[in-house]
């Protein structure tokens, strides 16, 4: 079976001690657009955390242009976007749950889950099962089966700084 192109993608990516985060396909068969994102697999959440840099992107982007110009499945006029997952990086594989446990995050589903509401937030408590296990914010824990989960990710809380009070009247 020949290896896909995400397949070919990751391995390469890994070679370099980066991982996939995630791997999004857009535009149409004549101009595709690969939208790549990285991240370190020990990074943590948070400012100050050493996570992908511009200078990772642009190797990363540097790294796969020979493989993919070769492909013959892939338009020779791709698109190929490499950049950080941010820090609301979203959890893709069971184990970003597991790493990522006691972090805050935001889960939404194509339908209730828990019998609450289509979008959840709360701390990750880890997987239990094949369940992620999630503290909301009435302190009530709840398990929401992965395969109830559209899309989850971290949730980055901006501290907002009070800024001077500016006086326009100098007599003031």
């Known amino acids: 079976m020949p290896e896909t192109l995400a397949d070919q993608i990751a391995r390469q990516v ?10 999004e396909q857009a ?7 690969l939208r790549l994102y990285i991240d370190r697999p020990d990074s943590v959440p948070g400012p100050g955390n050493p996570g992908v840099s511009l200078e990772d ?7 796969l242009e020979p493989m993919l110009d070769e492909r013959e499945d892939l338009s020779e006029r791709y698109v190929l976007e490499v950049s950080s997952p941010g820090v609301e990086r979203p959890l893709v594989r069971p184990r970003d749950y597991e790493r990522f446990a006691g972090q805050e995050v935001a889960v939404r589903g194509k339908a209730p889950l828990a019998g609450r509401a289509k979008r959840l937030e709360g701390t990750l408590g880890g997987l239990r099962g094949e369940a992620v296990a999630l503290r909301l914010g009435d ?9 109830e989960i559209d899309r989850a990710n971290l949730v980055y809380r901006w501290e907002r700084k009070e800024r001077p009070v500016r006086r326009t009247n100098p007599e003031e």
Do not use: D, F, K, Q
Request: hydrophobic share 50%.
């Open 14 to 23: 890994e070679a370099m001690g980066l991982e996939v985060v995630e791997l």
């Open 57 to 63: 992107c642009a190797a990363v982007s540097r790294a």
């Open 27 to 33: 535009g149409n068969a004549v101009r595709p657009i």
């Open 139 to 147: 302190g009530e824990e709840v398990e929401i089966p992965l395969s």
